[in-house]
Each structure stands twice: as structure tokens, then as C-alpha cells.
């Protein structure tokens, strides 16, 4: 396999660069790459110090890394521009074409898309990852009232790092509610499901996978065996059918995948 280093190299956070790098190197499997991000390199004297960290990789390993950038000032940018490596400059790529599609010069400030640029929305995705948190596992479902989303499933089918995701990214109140054995023997919708049944949304998984899953976090008793797994998922699947829930199976799904699908289906918006 082929081997490639990588650079994400950013003013602030890099999470905007880290994002777009891995999603366009993902279509590239056949390579291994090395990624290495650096953040907050926001003066000349911390890009010199990158440029010879670069420079340092291409002389040992002879071939030339890629660098994606999100860097605002141009002396900043000119500095790790100049080395001998692939410059993938993402600001640049689309703020010049906006710029000429909106007929006005962008403010080139810093840190604009993941600062604390407004205070209300800033709140506002705090008080949604405190809601997700602490309606986490079918814990305080009187507050349920307050939920956008309730995630259901059996253990270890995603629930809470997909309320987690949904909470961070999109600022929604997503609680979730875990089925017990006593849930599914009984075949019916617990009391404090029932009442808010139009925001309910299943996650299932492939019995295999699940109990690969619950192997390796608590494989103990009948929890991890396959024939637990197997009743389990198909008791759930059938309490979805029996109220006609939406629900999807998150085998080979990433959570961000989960969250996506889970607003387009259930028809959610940002609220950040």
C-alpha cells in the first residue's frame, strides 16, 4: 500500500480542514495516509516552525506531503505555500469565487466559523449538549416534553454518541431511552415513550455485530451471546413495526451518518 504524509495545518481549530481533508482522502483507499494536524499556527514564527517540520518530512522520506490549509493571513499562508509539498489552499478555493458572487470583499478574520461569534446560538448549543447529557440512557424522561428527537434501541446500537452528535453539531434537545428485556417481553411502548410516540426514532443493528460490540465492552452472563442479540434486535424491530416508528439500522453507518439520516427522516432543521 501506498504511503502518503499528511498535513492539516489551520489558524484555529482545524476542524473545518480536517473535515473536507478526510472526506476527499477517504476516496483514496488503496493509500495509507499519515495524517498529522496542526492547530492555531497563527503567527509567522509558528508557520517557519511548520515549514521546517515539512521540509524536514520531504528530505527523510523523498516524497512530497499534502497540505490542506484553512489560514487567513496571506503572509501566514505564503510561508507554508512555499514548500516543496501539495498545497490545497481551502479557503482560497471557494472565498474568491464568493466574494465575486456576492460583490463584496469577506472579512478574512479569524476562527469565524468555530468561535464564539454569537453568544445566543454559543448558549443555545450548550443547553442542548446539557439536555442530551442529562436525559442520556433513560435517565429524567419527564423532560421528554422538551426533546426534538428521542433515540430508542437496545443496548449499544448508538444512542447516546449520536444524541451527543446531534446536540454538538445541531444544537437539538436529543434524548434517548435504551429497551430492557422487560420492555421487550412485554411488546408494548413504555409509559413514558408512549406520550411522546411522534418523536420517537429505532436504531437497530445486525445481531453479529452486536454482539461483537457487547464482547468487548461487557461480556458477562447471556448479555454478549448471540442468542440474546438475536431476540433482542428482533423484538425491537418488531415494537417499531407494531407502531410504525421510523428507525434505521446502523450496522455500517459513522455516527455522523446516524444524525444525518436521522434529521432528514424525521424532518429536523439546525437550530444552530
Known amino acids: ?72 493571513d496571506d503572509d501566514i499562508r505564503k510561508i507554508i505555500a512555499d514548500c516543496d509539498a501539495v498545497f490545497f489552499d481551502l479557503f482560497d478555493t471557494f472565498i474568491g469565487p464568493l466574494e465575486a458572487a456576492l460583490g463584496i470583499d469577506s472579512s478574512h478574520s479569524v476562527g469565524q466559523s468555530h468561535g464564539v461569534t454569537d453568544l445566543n446560538e454559543y448558549s443555545s448549543r450548550i443547553s442542548a449538549v446539557n439536555y442530551s447529557m442529562a436525559t442520556d440512557d433513560g435517565v429524567e424522561v419527564d423532560h421528554y416534553q422538551s426533546a426534538d428527537i428521542i433515540a430508542i434501541g437496545v443496548s449499544r446500537t448508538g444512542k447516546t454518541p449520536t444524541c451527543l452528535y446531534l446536540s454538538l453539531h445541531y444544537g437539538l434537545f436529543a434524548a434517548n431511552y435504551p429497551l430492557i428485556e422487560d420492555d ?27 454482539q461483537q460490540i457487547r464482547q468487548e ?10 442468542k440474546q442479540c438475536q431476540w433482542e434486535v428482533a423484538q425491537a424491530e418488531a415494537l417499531y413495526r407494531k407502531y410504525k416508528l421510523p428507525f434505521i439500522n446502523t450496522t455500517q453507518m459513522s455516527i455522523e451518518e446516524i444524525g444525518t439520516t436521522i434529521m432528514h427522516k424525521a424532518g429536523l432543521k439546525r437550530k444552530i
Open 1 to 72: 500500500m501506498t504511503k502518503r504524509f499528511v498535513f492539516v495545518i489551520s489558524d484555529r481549530t482545524g476542524i473545518t480542514a480536517e473535515a473536507l481533508g478526510h472526506s476527499l482522502l477517504s476516496q483514496f483507499p488503496s493509500v495509507d495516509f499519515k495524517t498529522e494536524t496542526l492547530p492555531f499556527v497563527d503567527n509567522e514564527l509558528k508557520a517557519n516552525k511548520v515549514a521546517e517540520q515539512i521540509n524536514q518530512i520531504i528530505k527523510e522520506k523523498g516524497s512530497a506531503p499534502l497540505i490542506f490549509a484553512t489560514i487567513v
Open 184 to 210: 421487550l417481553k412485554s411488546g408494548k411502548l413504555p409509559d413514558s415513550l408512549a406520550a411522546h410516540q411522534d418523536k420517537l426514532f429505532g436504531l437497530t443493528i445486525e445481531p453479529f455485530r452486536l
Open 217 to 226: 465492552r461487557y461480556n458477562r452472563d447471556s448479555y454478549a451471546s448471540a
